[in-house]
């Protein structure tokens, strides 16, 4: 418990000066409140929630987390104009924090008034390049084409368009021609002109919106060999190699994408998926995926080394899936619950227990932090240690039968290694109450 005062408090001073007089009373009372609206929101009382956060303002009136908070209350009641009041004033509080902005991304969306959203986004561009592609779609949806090309040429010079960037191109050109993109016309402009690299990559797009696959490939094949530094033709090439289970072609068309400068990392992604797909059959092919995941740039939002630990786990590949996740460079709490289940099905106690408590300090109000420690020390017969943790973190299980259950059979497997024969009959007794509702 000391260490989640620590962070509370913590917590506050860097929101605000405080009185060394007035911190016993007004540390407590502001704890209290905070993770009352915390609890409230979490099992959907949000009105009790907002209560907490207004006595919150009371103390620190210029706190922009707590009017955060208040705007995601709001929100999810529908109360649009308390949520973007809320929202705008943690925004002018704290104009650097790019999740404020989101909230009233999300205000002015649900309310469909695009036009609003538009001026927000364009903000949220300077904070993740990723978010044109919603201003692209804000554009089309309020036909400002000339503004939506402007943006989609500026994703287009920096790698490859989506499958939506792409569809939204073809309107806008269709709008500027009057009729849609001609496959007849894109075949003669490739014989007029074969090293226009452009026409390849819309004339294989047309012939997979119309399932005409071979046609797609054989354009593809004829890219390659007209332009062969092109890298986006291997986009393509990959998926028919993969299809053709040609693994020397599908290897080589894969390590040109991925290697690639040019092609956005999006598409790199999707790549990627295809060729580990393939090589779920062919096990050797793992080796030449780990070869190649330091060209993935871990800096733009894509940690790889997480992705194939999801991957893996969702195949219940243990073993490949907590060699991805060790490697991961971050420690969210998705990262964290992935490898704390790994640990557990793996009957790695050490490991839990230690990974479980460190995490504990970045995330003190997760219960099953809690749990995975509590677990941990029981089988490695640290009961003492056991059951101090999951005293600590049964308080927090909200609206969770399964964790709380979890907790019940823990504190038994504990008492008896402690000798406790009241604390079994009381964790007995709420183990039973459980199972009967």
């Not at 016309?185 to 119309?210: F, G, H, M, R, T």
């Not at 046609?215 to 033709?233: G, I, Q």
């Not at 993969?242 to 690639?260: E, F, G, L, M, Q």
Request: net charge negative; hydrophobic share 40%.
């Amino acid at each position: 418990m000391k260490k989640i005062i620590a962070f509370l408090f913590l917590f506050q001073l860097s929101f605000g000066q405080i009185n060394p007089e007035d911190v016993a009373t007004a540390e407590n009372e502001f704890e209290t409140n905070f993770f009352d609206a915390l609890k409230e929101k979490a099992i959907e009382n949000y009105d009790k929630a907002i209560i907490a956060l207004q006595k919150c303002l009371l103390k620190e009136p210029a706190n922009p987390e707590i009017h955060y908070q208040l705007g995601i209350n709001y929100l999810a009641q529908k109360k649009y104009i308390e949520a973007e009041n809320a929202f705008q004033k943690a925004v002018d509080l704290e104009p650097k924090q790019r999740w404020y902005w989101n909230g009233l991304y999300d205000v002015h969306y649900q309310t469909r008034n695009f036009y609003k959203s538009i001026a927000i986004v364009e903000k949220l561009v300077t904070f993740d390049a990723n978010m044109k592609e919603d201003l692209v779609s804000l554009y089309m949806n309020t036909q400002q084409f000339d503004k939506a090309k402007i943006v989609i040429d500026d994703i287009e010079s920096k790698g490859t368009l989506t499958k939506a960037m792409e569809s939204y191109q073809m309107q806008i050109q269709s709008r500027q021609k009057g009729t849609k993109p001609n496959v007849n016309d894109l075949v003669e402009a490739i014989k007029n002109n074969p090293k226009a690299e452009q026409n390849y990559i819309d004339l294989i797009y047309q012939y997979s919106s119309a399932n005409q696959e071979d046609k797609a490939f054989e354009t593809a094949l004829l890219l390659e060999k007209e332009l062969p530094n092109s890298d986006l033709a291997q986009v393509s090439l990959v998926k028919f190699h993969i299809n053709a289970n040609d693994i020397p072609k599908a290897t080589a068309s894969y390590k040109r994408v991925v290697k690639s400068s040019k092609i956005d990392l999006k598409i790199k992604q999707r790549v990627l998926n295809e060729y580990l797909i393939f090589a779920i059959k062919y096990p050797q092919l793992l080796t030449e995926i780990d070869n190649t995941l330091t060209f993935f740039d871990n800096t733009v939002g894509m940690d790889v080394n997480k992705e194939l630990g999801k991957f893996f786990y969702n195949k219940n590949n243990f073993e490949l899936a907590q060699k991805y996740i060790e490697q991961s460079k971050e420690n969210d709490i998705e990262v964290i619950d992935l490898l704390l289940n790994i640990y557990d099905f793996n009957k790695e106690f050490e490991k839990m227990a230690k990974k479980a408590e460190a995490d504990i300090d970045l995330f003190p109000t997760k219960a099953n932090l809690y749990y995975y420690a509590g677990k941990g020390y029981n089988n490695l017969n640290n009961f003492k240690k056991a059951k101090d943790f999951l005293e600590m973190g049964i308080d927090y299980v909200i609206d969770d039968p399964n964790l709380e259950v979890g907790f019940c059979k823990q504190f038994i497997f504990c008492a008896d290694g402690l000798s406790d024969a009241k604390m079994k009959q009381t964790y007995q007794k709420r183990l039973d109450a459980i199972s009967k509702k």
